[in-house]
């Protein structure tokens, strides 16, 4: 069983970037961290980033060549992106989307969210920690639904 972990725009800059929102986990850290529960629970995992809408939305599409599922913290384009959530929609894989802050309990543009409404289920302000539970919520219910192309 395989799956993607994608991460959008500026969150290359984690543990510089607005600490006292996102902490002072890098994006290195969460890889490890994501690498630690796949093995814990014997899937493959694969990390990308991608400051480009268009670049994800093509990893999403490539993803149903070889994926189970996707977790995905679209960052800023979760606010404004109808391409990133045809491509969810489109990919008919299992996403979860991720954002490390409550989006819910800031500015009033973050409550919206494009993605949501087409993924599997969201997860929002557990920080980084929030990459663990997404991926163990993603690969149970595949293997609840036996969805995964491989066991
Ligand atoms: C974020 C929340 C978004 O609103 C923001 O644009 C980000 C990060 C999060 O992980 O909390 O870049 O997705």
């Not at 093995?39 to 694969?46: A, N, R």
């Not at 993605?115 to 595949?142: D, K």
Request: with cysteine; aromatic share 6%; net charge negative.
């Amino acid at each position: 069983m395989k799956v993607l972990v994608l991460n959008g725009p500026n969150l290359h800059l984690l543990g510089q970037r607005e600490p006292s929102i996102y902490g002072y986990e890098t994006l290195a850290d969460i890889e490890t961290l994501v690498e630690r529960v796949a093995d814990d629970l014997g899937v493959t995992i694969e990390c990308r980033q991608s400051n480009h809408e268009g670049e994800l939305v093509e990893w999403i599409g490539d993803a149903r060549a070889d994926c189970d599922g996707i977790v995905i913290n679209p960052a800023a384009y979760t606010h404004t992106s109808v391409a990133i959530r045809d491509a969810v929609a489109a990919s008919g894989l299992p996403v979860v989307e991720l954002h490390i802050s409550n989006v819910s309990a800031r500015e009033s543009f973050r409550r919206t969210s494009f993605i949501a409404p087409v993924c599997l289920g969201m997860l929002s302000g557990f920080g980084v920690r929030g990459y663990e539970w997404a991926v163990r919520a993603l690969v149970e219910h595949l293997r609840r639904t036996s969805k995964g192309k491989t066991v």
